[in-house]
């Protein structure tokens, strides 16, 4: 079951993230504390399940939320979970489509119960196969989506410990098609083992690099300084791909947006972060198809 988790408090977004990660066959793949991120996220995720707070950050509205996901045609099952437990909201949250109400002082326990029953009623997925051919990328040999996310939660956790915080990067590589169509398989190939080496030559050996998808790159930065530094990194990485490769017959620099998100401000479970700073990634042209990283 696929997850999303719409919680302003980041000390309880952290509880309810670690607590789902101890269920079997649950995964959280994306959270947001305000209306417009969450709306924008929900959307595009199409996750099975929200988990919704009712107060948002910046004064937002969970019902709010509720309202909007349901009349745009979101139809995967919200559970709202709040601190304002009165009968009227119940029934305001009832009538905007909700399909459970949680009280946070007294019905977490109740939520994980039955989120436990709604997991087993669901068909097994056989996820395996796709995890064998994913822990490694076969053209680049960087790590692939199930050893990155390996390594970003022991990561996050270590972060955690030390107090400290860590950095999240995608790069979403534009333009591959008509690459591919002008100057061939082969070229373009060495093009991308090109731009896994300009990346990790601006790694440190503690950082994670991978390349997830055909037409995706993600870092994972461990150490960062401030929201500035790690906003000034987004940009160099960018500016990696502004020369030219020297693979092509024609000069032709190879298009990359890069986003990024930070732990433990922006996110806390790991396909989280990659899935936020994917979002950044294409900015407000979000792709029709979901995240990579919630297939």
Known sequence: ????????????????????????GARVVGEANGEAQAQALI?????????????????????NVLKQLRRTGYAGRVLVFTNQALEPY?????????????????????????????IDQE???????????????????????????ERLDHAAKTAHRDGTDLAVYVMVMGGLAALVEGNGVVEVNDVLRDVSRR????????????RHAADQFSLVVTRVESTDSAAAFAAQLGDLMTESFQQLPTAAALRAQVGMA???G??????????????????????????????
């Open 90 to 118: 119940r029934q305001a949250c009832a009538q905007a489509g909700a399909d459970g109400f949680y009280d946070k002082a007294s019905g977490l326990e109740t939520l994980f119960d039955d989120l436990t029953s709604l």
């Open 123 to 149: 068909p097994t997925r056989d996820t395996a196969p796709q995890a064998s051919i994913l822990l490694r990328d076969g053209l680049t040999g960087l790590f692939g989506e199930v050893a990155l996310l």
């Open 43 to 63: 959307s595009w995720l199409k996750p099975d399940t929200v988990l919704l707070d009712l107060s948002l950050a910046d004064g937002g509205s969970g019902l």
């Open 1 to 24: 079951m696929n997850i999303f988790v719409v919680e302003d408090s980041q000390s309880i977004r952290r509880l309810l993230v670690r607590r789902l990660e101890t269920l079997a």
């Open 266 to 295: 922006d996110a806390i479970a790991p396909r989280s972060l990659l899935t936020l700073a994917e979002a950044r990634a294409y900015g407000a042209q979000l792709p029709h198809r979901s995240s990579a990283f919630t297939h």
């Open 262 to 264: 930070l732990f433990p």
């Open 199 to 210: 990346i990790g030559e601006v790694c440190e050996p503690t950082d994670v690099l991978a």
